[in-house]
């Protein structure tokens, strides 16, 4: 019986594709694997948050909270903490409502469920990360992927469907996990208000605490926080902690609470997590100077990426660097790692065929003198 299984992982070993944990320790803008101390540039730890001591002592100086909530919020989980951090959210959200979920994962598989049936079309783009693509096929609904950031085409595809559908619900990112690019939310929010019909559903797990003047996001930052029907995002990168958030209308809220599947049938996370998140949420309000140096930092790389000659459509704090094959990806990497730069291959199926890549992320723990090397090994 594991003879398929054991032949499916010795292709993934011949293909470049096989992946395994690698145990690490981390120090500020550093990391050790096996004793071997690199400059840790596969962090989703953008603003340095989750390397800061200092702010995690004084947290932990002041909380009280529980260790564990034992049950979902709908039975006994609903702590003091989770209407605080929520109230906090809804406060820099221009008084919208707020939602938490215990991940990102568990956000988008299952909003997208709850809200979508079979009178919903589910227009998505092309490059959506994975947790939503398992979202749209566990819905009821019928779903077509526009071509990546292609909003003509898009718009094409809402006119085909318009009058056939009770509602459309556009699936997008704000800035993309894999090729560090961004949607045109200004364009995507003027072709929804052209039809009474379309919703926008907007991940923002890339841009919450890197973009806007209160790190609220690309909506934020393009000022078009109001707009955007299920704005959601992630706790678990920039802002150092776990979890899923949606800021949406009361009656989204409420149908949610009702209707979401992984919410209704999951133990809340723990409290003492919800108070480091709203802690860390309105210590990452404060911190313009670091969003500032990640956006110089990263316009810096970006442009020595492609002086090098490499393919890299990145506009954002996430710069790809695409070689090709994944077996070329792999060994770039280890050479990469062991001139002292943790840097990690992407491979398929998290990226297309053939387009297998160095994967920089930023952080603005980062120095630019700290880059020359890299850029000279590239």
Known sequence: MLDFYAQQLDT?????????????HQTDKWITIEQNKMLNLSS????GLASNTELKTQFLQQSNSYLSSSSSRLLTGDFAEYEACEASLSKAF???????FNSGYHMNIGILPAICDNKTLILADKLVHASMIDGIRLSTA?????RHNDLAHLEKLIEQNHDTY???????ESIFSMDGDETDLSALVAIKNKFSRVMLYV????????RGTKGLGCAEQYNVLDEIDFLVGTFGKALASVGGYLICHSIIREFLINTMRPLI????????????TQYVFEHMQTMQKQRAHLQNLSDSLQ?????KGYQSPSTSHLVPVIVGESTLAVQKAKTLQQQGFYIMPVRPPTVPKNSARLRISLSALIQHQDLEPLIKCL
């Open 12 to 24: 993934l070993k011949q293909q470049g594709n096989f992946r395994q944990f690698t145990q690490n």
């Open 44 to 47: 989703n730890d953008y603003l």
């Open 94 to 100: 221009n008084g919208r409502s707020a939602l938490l």
């Open 142 to 146: 019928k779903y077509v992927r526009y």
């Open 166 to 172: 009770e509602r459309i619900v556009v699936v997008t």
């Open 203 to 210: 991940d923002e797990a890339h841009a919450i605490g890197v």
């Open 265 to 276: 049938f999951s133990t809340a996370l723990p409290p003492l997590n919800i108070a480091w």
């Open 303 to 307: 442009q020595h990426v492609l002086e």
